[in-house]
């Protein structure tokens, strides 16, 4: 997976200080503005949302006018990392009309994500909540994230799972293999990226091979958590006459 165009700008930022916290984390001290650009590549936005972190962040999203649950996911991942950091929440700014109606009709902001936006979104009365993850066991994390949205044929979704709380070696293979059993059996899983703070893995149905799954290993200061995003299309049912 060499050779990819990391569609993304490297954030503006001022001061150059190192913080090196008490559990032995490095953050910088600088302050920073991030201008993400709308593509669809893991990897580039892994090299993005989990870059080095800065004392406080703004997001500029003024480039990624179309929703998509890969951003959204990789966005609230960083904040759950700052979160368990003690850092302060990371901001949102220039999201577009699409973005706006999006996080208003899902009260995405309703359900407890650690971030905020500096743009105006209405808080709608009416939340859906979002679907319990049953592919993951409990226990093993303080915070776990599972947010999912089906759209037409199409199903798209991400899990977020931070502040381990358990001394058990949580497998990033365990967690790909209780997904693909959750997900064949109402859906044909395209693509998805799994990422522990180390290592990754991203798995690719091509159709015009067999399913390719492709490993990495990431060194990183980040504290442990799990994240997993994926794109899926539905199965069509069959109703008996």
Do not use: C
């Not at 109606?101 to 909540?129: H, R």
């Not at 303080?142 to 759209?151: D, G, Q, R, S, T």
């Not at 149905?205 to 899926?232: C, D, G, I, Q």
């Amino acid at each position: 997976m060499k050779g990819r165009n990391l569609l993304f700008s490297f954030p503006k930022s001022v001061d150059t200080s190192i913080v090196n916290r008490l559990d032995g984390s490095v953050v910088s001290s600088q302050s920073g503005v991030f201008y993400p650009y709308q593509h669809q590549d893991f990897y580039a936005m892994d090299s993005l949302f989990l870059s080095p972190l800065k004392e406080e962040e703004i997001w500029d999203f003024q480039s990624i006018s179309q929703v998509q649950l890969g951003f959204l996911g990789f966005l609230t991942l960083r904040g759950f990392i700052r979160e368990d950091l003690e850092l302060p929440k990371l901001q949102v700014r220039g999201l577009s009309k699409q973005w706006r109606s999006f996080l208003a009709k899902e009260n995405f902001l309703g359900k407890q994500v650690p971030w905020e936006t500096l743009d105006f979104i209405p808080n709608l009365v009416g939340d859906t909540p979002s679907p319990e993850s049953g592919f993951v066991k409990k226990g093993h994390w303080a915070n776990e994230f599972h947010y999912e949205k089906k759209e037409g044929n199409s199903t798209s979704l991400f899990f977020i799972a931070t502040k381990k709380q358990s001394e058990t070696d949580v497998a990033i293979s365990d967690l790909m293999k209780d997904f693909l059993l959750y997900s064949q059996t109402n859906h044909y899983l395209e693509r998805a990226y799994i990422r522990k703070e180390n290592s990754s893995y991203f798995y690719l149905n091509a159709k015009e091979t067999n399913p390719r799954v492709f490993y990495r290993e990431n060194t990183s200061e980040f504290p442990s958590f799990l994240f997993l995003v994926a794109e899926l299309k539905n199965k069509t049912v069959i109703l008996p006459n």
